[in-house]
């Protein structure tokens, strides 16, 4: 089975901090993504990487940045948090060939004070 | 970006069988279409995925009709475990995932 392993189920962070959300995979999937998910706005895409140092913005990559050093981590960065990133945050993974299925990790709950 | 309207919330009794239609008037012609299921406190779960006309699964069916502009899911005689938040996904690659707001279905007894 795949598994898709967040750092933190909860985290809770200062207004200004810089905080760190970390991803890994073990399926040796190419793709990976973060999103974002809010009550009422669903999952949305913040950034994806398709490769080893390879990232792209999705559809709010304000206020966020990514970083992928290695194929099975993928970390996102919140370089001064803010309390509207207070959300809940998923990551998952995919090969990279088309429309395959994304796996998700449990989530991170965060919430900044 | 193809973007996906299914209703906010749908209720069912245990047992019956239940629809889960997604609009998506903008799909593009690479497309594919997938429903993913997400229970509180964990993250989406892959369910079933289909280009056009019909796929089934253990768990599901998928509709989709030869203009491709909607979608529905089919889950029969659900169960109260099957209460859960369902979500339409349209797009190729990773840059074109839209996902809906979901629909929370309620099964009760």
């Known amino acids: 089975d795949v598994k898709v392993t967040q750092s933190s189920r909860y985290l809770v962070k200062r207004t200004g901090e810089k905080v760190f959300l970390e991803c890994v995979q073990d399926?040796?999937?190419?793709?990976m993504f973060w999103y974002r998910q809010d009550p009422g706005l669903g999952l949305r895409l913040i950034y994806f990487s398709y490769d080893v140092k390879m990232k792209e913005k999705g559809d709010i990559p304000e206020g966020y940045s990514v970083s992928r050093e290695k194929k099975e981590r993928f970390s996102l960065i919140l370089e001064s948090a803010s309390t509207n990133q207070t959300s809940m945050y998923l990551c998952a993974s995919s090969f990279f060939r088309p429309n395959q299925p994304q796996h998700f990790g449990d989530g991170t709950r965060l919430s900044i004070l | 970006l193809a973007k996906t309207t299914q209703p906010i919330s749908m209720d069912s009794y245990e047992g019956q069988e239940v629809n889960i239609t997604c609009s998506h008037n903008?799909?593009?012609?690479?497309?594919?279409i997938t429903w993913y299921q997400q229970f509180p406190s964990q993250g989406p779960r892959f369910i079933i995925q289909?280009?056009?006309t019909k796929v089934t699964n253990e768990v599901a069916s998928l509709f989709i009709p030869a203009d491709r502009k909607s979608s529905t899911l089919s889950l029969p005689r659900v169960s109260l475990s099957d209460t859960a938040v369902y979500y339409c996904?349209?797009?190729?690659?990773?840059?074109?995932?839209?996902f809906g707001t979901g629909t929370r279905l309620q099964v009760t007894l």
């Open positions: 399926m040796d999937h190419e793709n």
């Open positions: 903008n799909i593009a012609t690479n497309d594919y």
């Open positions: 996904l349209v797009g190729g690659t990773a840059s074109k995932l839209t």
């Open positions: 289909g280009y056009k």
